[in-house]
């Protein structure tokens, strides 16, 4: 059974930074891209960035580009969304799935909140 554990999420201060992690289980972390996604109040889930299976190829919404960077590590199945100049707007539960691909999805993990405010 495929599992997502988020962690790393937090209150910060507009243009404050953190780092969030997903550890996962339950399939070969190496043989598959990773997604991160956020979900704002009140609002839908929204793609953020992903990374292929070994990490040399990254894509990002136009909102987080140069400002957030995805990266993983295939000897712990973790994936990690660094993040920086946070902004208000940022605010969210953020979730990550396994998968390149946009159309692949499993079951989601609990996600971990941020929340940026001064």
């Known amino acids: 059974q495929v599992h997502f554990v988020e962690s790393g999420g937090g209150l910060v201060q507009p243009g404050g930074s953190l780092t969030l992690s997903c550890v996962t289980s339950g399939f070969t972390f190496s043989a598959n891209g990773m997604r991160w996604y956020r979900q704002p109040p009140g609002k839908g889930r929204e793609l953020l960035a992903r990374i292929s299976s070994g990490g040399g190829l990254t894509n990002y919404v136009a909102d987080v580009r140069g400002r957030f960077t995805i990266s993983r590590e295939n000897n712990k199945n973790t994936t990690y969304l660094q993040m920086s100049n946070l902004k208000p707007e940022d605010t969210a539960v953020y979730y990550c799935?396994?998968?390149?691909?946009?159309?692949?999805?499993?079951?989601w993990g609990q996600g971990t909140q941020v929340i940026v405010s001064s």
């Open positions: 799935m396994k998968g390149w691909s946009v159309e692949e999805f499993d079951s």
